[in-house]
T-cell receptor, first 113, second 114 residues
Framework: DQQVKQNSPSLSVQEGRISILNCDYTNSMFDYFLWYKKYPAEGPTFLISISSIKDKNEDGRFTVFLNKSAKHLSLHIVPSQPGDSAVYFCAAKISTNAGKSTFGDGTTLTVKP | NAGVTQTPKFRVLKTGQSMTLLCAQDMNHEYMYWYRQDPGMGLRLIHYSVGEGTTAKGEVPDGYNVSRLKKQNFLLGLESAAPSQTSVYFC?????????????FGPGTRLTVL
């Protein structure tokens, strides 16, 4: 049973518009969530995170929203840029569990100029 | 700082052959992880280590062994490679207080088993 799901394998947006990537989870023990970005032939790199005690975290053009009751989080990118084109992975942790993360399958974002 | 490095970058094996993937990090991180990524899927944890000399099983440990003899190195071994182990392997590391910290990933090793 997949505990972290990203139901949209791909997303295409126009440059300058908002990109919204979604992630759902099933394990209520998860209390820390992260987004990673991955370019082809590279390893994932950390983008932004949020603790379960918050419902929003913002870092420049990137904002992550957490809805605990719905077990749903989303990543907003505003404005989107062509360099944002990559695969985005949602990850979730239980904070007492050796730092291990459970990853979603990823969403490929394409930002068109 | 080089961050997390992986050796080799590419490898082709025949079924039944063995090999070792090497991961090294220069950030003095306590925790290290090995993941595999298959097409269209996320990263799945194979094994992990919370410190020198300790290892533990992850989500998909069968067919793999690991060792953490030095804090900076984490080795992943395949004793008898199978086509199902064709994948991209990523190593990652994180600080000891990893509960609220991100992982730093290496560039990956693309392994093909014929």
């Amino acid at each position: 049973d997949q505990q972290v799901k990203q139901n949209s394998p791909s997303l295409s947006v126009q440059e300058g518009r908002i990109s919204i990537l979604n992630c759902d989870y099933t394990n209520s023990m998860f209390d820390y969530f992260l987004w990673y970005k991955k370019y082809p032939a590279e390893g994932p790199t950390f983008l932004i995170s949020i603790s379960s005690i918050k419902d929003k975290n913002e870092d420049g053009r990137f904002t992550v929203f957490l809805n605990k009751s719905a077990k749903h989080l989303s990543l907003h990118i505003v404005p989107s840029q062509p360099g944002d084109s990559a695969v985005y992975f949602c990850a979730a942790k239980i904070s007492t569990n050796a730092g291990k993360s459970t990853f979603g399958d990823g969403t490929t974002l394409t930002v068109k100029p | 700082n080089a961050g997390v490095t992986q050796t080799p970058k590419f490898r082709v094996l025949k079924t039944g052959q063995s090999m070792t993937l090497l991961c090294a990090q220069d950030m003095n991180h306590e925790y290290m992880y090995w993941y595999r990524q298959d097409p269209g899927m996320g990263l799945r944890l194979i094994h992990y280590s919370v410190g020198e000399g300790t290892t533990a099983k992850g989500e998909v440990p069968d067919g793999y062994n690991v060792s953490r003899l030095k804090k900076q190195n984490f080795l992943l071994g395949l004793e008898s490679a199978a086509p199902s182990q064709t994948s991209v392997y990523f190593c990652a590391s994180s600080y000891e207080l990893a509960n609220y910290n991100e992982q730093f990933f290496g560039p990956g090793t693309r392994l093909t088993v014929l």
